[in-house]
């Protein structure tokens, strides 16, 4: 073999000269990768020790983070992103109330009743806070529909703000009082201690609720603290006292109806219904609770372990920060541990929503009807004692219909959870309605008038909402107060994102 070859060369020796460029090629090409291969090492080994920037303190500007941490910054900035829908989800915002007006009857005399929208990325917080009619349009300390508090979960600014002026004082302030101080949205500085980079808790209201359960929050595991990150927003809480203190109601457990009883056990309400003039609890979004009920979180995984998946650029391994749908990259989630096919996987999450779907919608039918049925006995003559237990039928039955649902994932984080509270609710809901029914039949009615709840706009004008003045005014607020807000925190130094 090597004979034929040297008489080959020897005849054409274009051939000998060949083989040496291939080899010299090859040689080459082993050096670029070897050289790579340190590179990726040193690149690992010096991620966390030869960091850029020294960052200290509570540092609320991400863009700085992202000088020592790109990927983890690259892919958080993706949050931004709305060009995905699910079946029932995604991070497009879409406005709910306009898909299902009878949620206006439900909260009427709340300031939900004017505006909901579906949640989007982390990025859009601020601007979503202060773009909705929830917020109102206060100016110069006046008209403020909302305490400091309701900032809390939107911002590495509010960490940094309680640190500086107190916890109670920054949750007791107007809203508008700190429109110029909360300004990046939620941020590495709300999950990372700087130095370390490890997960660490921020919110003061986590750590209160495990404390007062006689836990303590620094014990928690890592891939515990992969959930509890998101458990600082991620819950059912409430603004008590005069203070507006924000409360987890867990101190009786944290199931639905462990909460109500804590509620009921300080006759707490967050409004009484304009119509039925029910007691009502708000139910914000138990998503960490209701999760901690299901199959997933009972086989040991976390929120981080389908929301922020492992990802691999050039041998390093880092967290997708584009926390989102799992549904947009199947394969990087649920496929990690699972092999049905995408289409299969897919299609359990569309069944389990589908089904607590068909029920909710019953129930916000029918929920709808009792408050209205209420409202009629009022009207005809009905007193307090033959109201009173309808009204706390009414109450119950919106607190767990508002539970099920305000927790976005619920139908799928705890499938067999969400269907029980809904039974539980839509049960109530008729009690109610048969216990009406007797107080208008003693007061002569046999037959309540439903109005046409048909659009968003039918059923805010039915409940007495102006909405084009309430829009006009927040128009022009968003023209006039808003941009100074924003100009003042950034001649401050407070916001130097580009975003
Ligand atoms: C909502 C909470 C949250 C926010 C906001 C957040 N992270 Fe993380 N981060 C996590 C979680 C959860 C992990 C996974 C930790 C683990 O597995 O122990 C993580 C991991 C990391 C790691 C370790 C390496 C890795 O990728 O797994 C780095 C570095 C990091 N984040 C940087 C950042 C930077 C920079 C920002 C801001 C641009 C940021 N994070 C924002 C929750 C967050
Ligand atoms: C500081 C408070 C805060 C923390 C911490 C937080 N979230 Fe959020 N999250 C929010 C808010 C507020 C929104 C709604 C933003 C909007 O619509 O403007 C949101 C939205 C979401 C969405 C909807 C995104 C979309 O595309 O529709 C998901 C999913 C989500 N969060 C999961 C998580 C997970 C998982 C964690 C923990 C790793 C976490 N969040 C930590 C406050 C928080
Ligand atoms: C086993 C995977 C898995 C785990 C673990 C998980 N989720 Fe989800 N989550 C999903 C799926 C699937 C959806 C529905 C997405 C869709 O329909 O597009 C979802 C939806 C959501 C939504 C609603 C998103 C939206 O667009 O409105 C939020 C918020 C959320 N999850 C937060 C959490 C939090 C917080 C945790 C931990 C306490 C958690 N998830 C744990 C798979 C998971
Ligand atoms: C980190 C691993 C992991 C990831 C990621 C994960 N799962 Fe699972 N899943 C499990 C485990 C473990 C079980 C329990 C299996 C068992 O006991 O047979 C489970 C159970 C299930 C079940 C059966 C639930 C029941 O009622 O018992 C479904 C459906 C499911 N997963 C769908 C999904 C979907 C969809 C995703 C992506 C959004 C996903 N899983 C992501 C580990 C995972």
Not at 183 to 193: L, S, T, Y
Not at 283 to 304: I, K, N, T, V, W
Not at 368 to 377: D, E, L
């Amino acid at each position: 073999m090597l004979k034929k070859l040297t008489e080959a060369i020897k005849k054409k020796p274009i051939i000998g000269w060949g083989i040496f460029a291939v080899v010299m090629v090859g040689v080459f090409l082993l050096g670029l990768l070897a050289a790579s291969i340190t590179e990726r090492r040193a690149e690992i080994a010096t991620l966390y020790n030869n960091k850029k920037i020294d960052i200290s303190g509570i540092n609320p500007h991400s863009e700085e983070w992202g000088e020592n941490y790109p990927r983890e910054y690259n892919t958080w900035k993706k949050t931004q992103e709305m060009d995905f829908k699910s079946k029932h989800l995604g991070n497009v915002p879409e406005d709910v109330l306009e898909h299902r007006p009878e949620m206006v009857v439900l909260w009427a005399g709340y300031a939900f009743a004017m505006d909901y929208s579906a949640p989007r990325g982390h990025m859009h917080a601020i601007e979503d806070v202060t773009g909705t009619l929830r917020t109102g349009s206060p100016e110069n300390g006046e008209g403020d529909m909302q305490p400091g508090t309701c900032w809390t979960c939107k911002s590495p600014d509010v960490p940094r703000m309680m640190h500086e002026v107190g916890i109670a004082e920054f949750y007791k302030a107007k809203w508008s009082q700190w429109g110029s101080e909360i300004v990046n949205p939620i941020g590495c500085a709300d999950c990372h201690d700087p130095k370390t980079m490890n997960l660490t808790i921020t919110r003061p209201g986590l750590i209160e609720a495990f404390e007062r359960q006689g836990k303590d929050i620094t014990q928690a595991t890592p891939q515990e603290m992969r959930s509890l990150v998101c458990a600082q927003c991620h819950v059912e809480y409430s603004f008590q006292g005069d203070g507006k203190y924000l409360t987890l109601p867990w101190d009786k457990g944290m199931t639905v109806e462990a909460m109500e009883s804590f509620y009921d056990s300080i006759q707490f309400t967050d409004y009484t219904h304009k119509l039925s003039k029910a007691p009502i609890l708000k139910a914000q979004h138990p998503d960490y609770e209701l999760f901690l009920l299901g199959p997933h979180a009972q086989r040991g995984l976390s929120c981080a372990d389908c929301h922020m998946p492992y990802m691999a650029e050039g041998g390093i391994k880092y967290s997708n920060h584009q926390i989102m749908s799992p549904l947009k990259n199947i394969s990087g989630t649920c496929q990690t541990c699972h092999r049905d096919s995408e289409e299969n996987l897919r299609n359990y999450v569309y069944q389990y929503q589908d089904k607590a779907l068909e029920i909710r919608d019953r129930i916000e039918k029918e929920l709808s009807r009792a408050h209205i049925m209420a409202k009629t006995a009022w009207d005809n003559g009905a007193t307090d004692p033959e109201m009173k237990e309808s009204l706390q039928l009414i109450r119950q039955a919106q607190w767990r219909w508002d539970f099920a649902v305000a927790s976005h994932g619920a139908s799928f984080h705890a499938p067999v959870e969400t269907q029980r509270i809904l039974a539980h609710s839509l049960d109530r809901t008729m009690q109610a309605q048969l216990e009406l029914q007797k107080v208008l039949f003693k007061h002569g009615i046999t037959d309540v008038q439903m109005p046409d709840l048909s659009t968003k706009e039918k059923a805010q004008a039915y409940i007495g909402l102006d909405m084009k003045t309430i829009k006009e005014k927040k128009d022009n607020w968003k023209k006039t107060v808003l941009p100074k807000w924003i100009d003042k925190a950034k001649k401050e130094g407070k916001l130097t994102a580009n975003i």
